[in-house]
């Protein structure tokens, strides 16, 4: 299995305040591997991007392009961002085995 040695923090999005900002809720924290590596994707909604990181949880989390996603990396430097891409990874049967979130 893959090892699971680094830990991430989700906030979910919660309601709009008056400044069309979401409020978020109480942090969550996951056992995860982070592959920090800059490439540049496609989102969602067509638009290109550049992804700092792709971060493997293991089963399937309850995780929103609106969540905040916070980690440390091993230099001590905080990121604080939202997710770009959600992605399932099942096994043959469709188990699910691990929620991808690229950062």
Not at 15 to 31: A, C, H, M, N, T
Not at 58 to 68: E, F, M, N, R
Not at 76 to 97: E, N, V, W, Y
Request: charged share 20%; glycine share 6%.
């Amino acid at each position: 299995m893959i090892p699971m040695k680094q830990t991430v923090t989700i906030r979910k999005a919660g309601e709009l305040d008056i400044w069309g900002k979401p409020s978020f809720g109480e942090p969550i924290v996951y056992p995860c591997r982070i592959d920090a590596s800059t490439k540049r994707i496609v989102q969602v909604n067509g638009q290109e991007a550049i992804a700092v990181a792709t971060i493997l949880i293991k089963s399937l989390i309850p995780v929103g392009l609106s969540d905040q996603i916070e980690w440390s990396d091993e230099l001590g430097q905080k990121h604080l961002k939202s997710p770009l891409t959600i992605a399932i990874i099942r096994d043959f049967s469709g188990k699910p085995l691990f929620t991808q979130v690229v950062v």
